[in-house]
């Protein structure tokens, strides 16, 4: 006899199945009747967008939405001035000369310079809108003035902008002129002016410099993030070595915040005028008697004649007041400088003024007043420069100036000590290109 051996079905083992199925069936149930929700409530906010009464509600809503800060960019031009950099800003006149006030009270603003960069925020919802606003003071430098809780005064914060500083060496002989020697060594053209105005008071560029003469120089330069040069800074040192006679040059600061440039034996450079207010010209007339090529017949030339190119900077030749800068006859357009009680200099045949430069203004030695010209009675282009001494006008080029500072005692010693250092320098740049 056969046992039929039965299968029965246990509900309680196989429990989980079912709960699986079960819990299968309302998902879907469910993911059905939220599909036709979500379908239904497409379609009516679809009808919703369509309905054109709305469109022409959002329409007009967001055409008059406007955002609630604003910065506005500017750059200055020629002729501009604080005032009226100010004005052109949409803002009440009480405000206007807020702003005004505050920065004419930054004393590093006194003076406007064309390309500074501006740049204000404005609250386009508040009854007093510039919140704040930035003014460049130079490429590595700028101001940043914020509104003070009395909104009648700013609170101003110089920043210096995010620069790091390379020391370059550059040398190479004088082929033709120094200043197209330096530019095709990549130097900028205010870094060469400057060499040639701390030469100038020893150096007559159009006489002394020979072809094959050489120089040296150290100078800073200002990079930004970019890698790119953005501005250049002083002279460290400089070399001329003129008929293989050097002439070194020494950046030291003697007191604080007072600079000046010494020979390898602790004696100032500088002197009361400079030999010659102008590089990268010859002499075409020297002191003396000759004849006039305008008017025909001999008589004293009273100053010497430099022949440039029209636009050549002339330099002041001397610290002093400027007594013209005007219309002088014969001579063009002409600056006239007083410097002390005992020197004064006379620069003629200009096509143009330097910036800022008109009666009764300071002037800085090696300062560009003017550009060369062919202004008044002048058969081309070049500068005409005289120097009165007591009254009497006397030859430039043989004029003996007194020499400038001396350093002596304590101040020799620790400037042999910062010499050590620069040519220590000199030499680590110079491994450098080898």
Same mark, same amino acid.
Request: glycine content about 6%; some cysteine; charged content about 25%.
């Given at each position: ?25 309302? #998902?879907a ?20 967008l369509?309905n054109?009464?709305l469109?022409? *509600? ?10 609630r800060y604003t ?21 009440? +006149?009480?405000?206007k ?20 960069k ?8 508040? /009854? ?8 460049? +003071? ?5 101001i ?8 009648s005064k700013? *609170? ?33 053209p ?12 020893q ?34 040192f ?7 006679d ?35 010209a ?24 430099? #022949? #440039? ?6 330099m002041?030749?001397?610290d002093? /007041? ?19 009680? +005992? ?33 008044g ?9 005289e ?48």
């Open positions: 006899m056969k046992l039929k051996i039965l299968k029965t079905f246990n509900i309680r083992e196989h429990s989980i199945f079912i709960w699986m199925i079960l819990i299968a069936i309302v #998902a149930i469910l993911s059905t009747v939220f599909s036709n929700i979500k379908s239904e409530q497409t379609h009516q906010i679809k009808s919703s369509d054109i009464y469109k022409k *509600v959002i329409k007009e809503i967001t055409s008059n939405l406007e955002p910065t506005l960019q500017y750059v200055s031009k020629s002729g501009d001035t604080y005032q009226s950099i100010v004005n052109k800003l949409s803002i009440s +006149t009480d405000e000369k807020v702003l005004l006030d505050n920065i004419l009270n930054e004393k590093s603003l006194k003076i406007l310079k064309i390309n500074q501006f740049s204000f925020k404005l609250d386009n919802l508040a /009854k007093v809108k510039i919140i704040e606003f930035i003014i460049e +003071t130079d490429k590595k430098n700028e940043y003035f914020s509104r003070s809780e009395t909104e700013f *609170v101003s914060k110089k920043i210096k902008k995010n620069f790091r500083k390379n020391l370059v060496y550059k040398e190479t002989i004088i082929t033709d002129s120094l200043y197209n020697s330096a530019i095709k060594l990549g130097i900028k205010n870094v060469i002016i400057e060499f040639a105005r701390l030469y100038g008071f150096v007559d560029f159009q006489r002394d410099i020979w072809k094959n003469d050489s120089f040296q120089i150290i100078y800073e330069e200002f990079i930004n993030d970019n890698n790119k040069i953005v501005d250049t800074g002083e002279i460290i400089a070399n001329l070595n003129l008929q293989n050097d002439l070194q040059l020494y950046k030291y600061e003697y007191e604080k915040n007072k600079i000046d440039y010494f020979d390898e034996n602790g004696k100032s450079i500088r002197k009361t005028l400079m030999k010659t207010p102008i590089n990268g010859r002499l075409s007339s020297s002191y003396g008697k000759r004849k006039h090529p305008i008017l025909g017949y001999t008589k004293m030339h009273t100053g010497t004649d430099f #022949a #440039a190119p029209k636009g050549t900077p002339i002041a030749s001397g002093g /007041k400027v007594s013209k800068a005007g219309w002088c006859g014969g001579g063009g357009n002409c600056v006239k400088i007083k410097h002390n009680s +005992t020197y004064q200099t006379v620069y003629a045949h200009m096509s143009k003024f330097g910036k800022g430069i008109k009666k009764g203004v300071r002037v800085k030695q090696g300062q560009i007043i003017g550009y060369v010209g062919s202004t009675m002048s058969t081309g282009p070049h500068l005409h420069y120097v009165i001494e007591n009254g009497r006008k006397v030859n430039s080029q043989k004029l003996k100036l007194p020499s400038g500072k001396i350093l002596k005692g304590e101040e020799r010693k620790k400037f042999e000590v910062s010499k050590i250092k620069i040519d220590v320098l000199k030499s680590n740049l110079i491994s450098k290109i080898n």
